[in-house]
């Protein structure tokens, strides 16, 4: 019996293994993507790595807590993408 599914690599494959994942119950781990999306929708879906937007807030609580900063700034290139984790 499997316990857990590590995957999938492969971005055509995500919904189809989400969808086992959910009807079996089954832990689902990316380990690579780091794409918040691929976890909606599924209570038994992972990722190993960080979403960028959680290393933008921890970059800036370490600023914050650890280096006493009072103010952070953010610089963007002006993308959609980068106003997104700015704000």
């Known amino acids: 019996a499997m316990d857990m599914i590590i995957g999938p690599l ?25 794409n918040r999306s691929l976890t909606l929708g599924n209570p038994f879906s992972f990722l190993l790595s960080a979403t960028l937007e959680s290393q933008v807030k921890s970059m800036v609580d370490y ?25």
């Not at 492969?10 to 690579?32: G, L, R, T």
């Open 63 to 87: 600023a914050v807590d650890s280096l006493q900063s009072r103010k952070v700034y953010i610089l963007q290139n002006g993308t959609a993408s980068d106003a997104e984790v700015a704000n």
């Open 10 to 34: 492969y971005q055509s494959s995500v919904a189809a293994v989400s969808n086992y994942s959910i009807q079996q119950q089954k832990i689902m781990v990316n380990p690579i993507s780091s």
